[in-house]
């Protein structure tokens, strides 16, 4: 979808009101509210308008959307992909991310990046398939970054998965 930006993902629910918290880098995330934005979740793909961006740092953010109205509306959906239209926010240059990208590990899909965690000796891949991985992103680990496939390919050691 070469019409949409990426916004984030949505990672888990903030407190009982449906509200939502999600992992992104969005640079001009205040631009959302008011708008309508489209959160897709396998093939389910749902339409959401933003009521309110809070607590945004550069990496994480909460999202108030005005169809989610308690804890289990929001749970169905965690694990969302939100995006939104270009013509609905000012131009940006967008800065690619690997958050989406399936890993291989030998060429075996493991699972999908849905994080980047910030460490002060490197940054940590957290990749979610059967169960949560936690990977150092560092060239040990991370052999290769295909950005026209959305593929990493990653060599972990025995006790890693």
């Known amino acids: 979808m070469s019409d949409v930006y990426y916004v984030g993902h949505i990672t888990t629910t903030h407190k009982l009101m449906g509200a939502v918290k999600i992992s992104t880098s969005f640079p001009i995330l205040e631009d959302i509210v008011g708008k309508r ?19 945004f740092n550069g990496k994480r953010a909460i999202i108030s959307f005005n169809e989610i109205n308690g804890i289990d509306d929001a749970k169905e959906i965690i694990d ?10 000012p131009e940006y ?16 899909s493991i699972g999908q990046v ?18 949560e991985i936690l990977i150092p992103f560092i060239d040990v680990f991370v052999k ?6 959305e593929e990493i390919q990653v060599e972990l050691i025995e006790g890693m998965l």
Do not use: P
């Not at 969302?80 to 926010?89: E, F, G, N, Q, T």
């Not at 991310?97 to 060429?107: A, E, R």
């Open 37 to 55: 934005v489209i959160a897709s979740k396998n093939d389910n793909i749902k339409i959401l308008f933003v009521k309110k961006v809070e607590g």
């Open 80 to 89: 969302a992909d939100i995006s939104i239209r270009k013509d609905l926010v």
């Open 93 to 108: 240059e967008e800065e690619k991310s690997i958050i989406g990208y399936k890993v291989l590990n030998f060429n075996k």
């Open 114 to 131: 849905v994080d980047v965690m910030e460490n002060k000796a490197q940054d940590i891949l957290v990749v979610k398939g059967e169960k």
């Open 144 to 149: 290769e970054i295909d950005d026209e496939r």
